[in-house]
Antibody, heavy 119, light 109 residues
Framework: EVQLVESGGSLVQPGRSLSLSCTAS????????MSWFRQAPGKGLEWVGF??????????EYAASVKGRFTISRDDSKSIAYLQMSSLKTEDTAVYYC??????????WGQGTLVTVSS | QSALTQPASLSGSPGQSITISCTGT?????????VSWYQHHPGKAPKLLIY???KRPSGVSYRFSGSKSGNTASLTISGLQAEDEADYYC?????????FGGGTKLTVL
């Protein structure tokens, strides 16, 4: 069964950093790009960014709202994608989801991990 | 990248058909046949409904169908059921990343 599990969400103060993990199973992780999304309270889903597979250079793209503060990386040997978030703001409070990305088709999705940015 | 434009909300009665539109540009929706649609029930993981404009993954009901004309993609739900009440999102591939819709809240009356 193809499965994604996010972890690392917690309560963090504004300005601090936090790293999320997305552990994959049931497919050849290295063959796929991986995307991160978030959903703030009362808001819609927002695409955060993605990382291409190593076959495509392992390069990354980000939404304007997080560019320069968030970094996506991957460890294909462990089948894990990471979302490193720095200079966190209260508006970064959200449930964060990871998803397998195949030319912009996102499937499956994890259950999400909650990040709360508050003093 | 600007978000794809969807109606904020729609409603329909059981048994009816509804269509959700998703408008982008020639750089995303109009330029590629990589439009997908997702259903999201609060508290659950989003679910892929349609990919590559009109393809339906295994296990997704035939009541969901997708199409595209120019820069606008559409998701049609036929035979509306109570469990279809959810948020729906469209997405498109772009050469520089991904672009997502703002979401449509579907209410089944």
């Amino acid at each position: 069964e193809v499965q994604l599990v996010e972890s690392g969400g917690s309560l963090v103060q504004p300005g601090r950093s936090l790293s999320l993990s997305c552990t994959a199973s049931g497919f050849t992780f290295g063959d796929y790009a991986m995307s991160w999304f978030r959903q703030a309270p009362g808001k819609g889903l927002e695409w955060v960014g993605f990382i291409r597979s190593e076959a495509y250079g392992g390069t990354t793209e980000y939404a304007a709202s997080v560019k320069g503060r968030f970094t996506i990386s991957r460890d294909d040997s462990k089948s894990i994608a990471y979302l490193q978030m720095s200079s966190l703001k209260t508006e970064d409070t959200a449930v964060y989801y990871c998803t397998r990305d195949s030319v912009g088709t996102f499937d499956p999705w994890g259950q999400g991990t909650l990040v709360t940015v508050s003093s | 990248q600007s978000a794809l434009t969807q109606p904020a909300s729609l409603s329909g009665s059981p048994g009816q058909s509804i269509t959700i539109s998703c408008t982008g540009t020639s750089s995303d929706v109009g330029g590629y046949n990589y439009v997908s649609w997702y259903q999201h029930h609060p508290g659950k993981a989003p679910k892929l409904l349609i990919y590559d404009v009109s393809k339906r993954p295994s296990g997704v009901s035939y009541r969901f169908s997708g199409s595209k004309s120019g820069n606008t993609a559409s998701l049609t739900i036929s035979g509306l059921q109570a469990e279809d009440e959810a948020d729906y999102y469209c997405s498109s591939y772009t050469s520089s990343g991904r672009v997502f819709g703002g979401g449509t809240k579907l209410t089944v009356l």
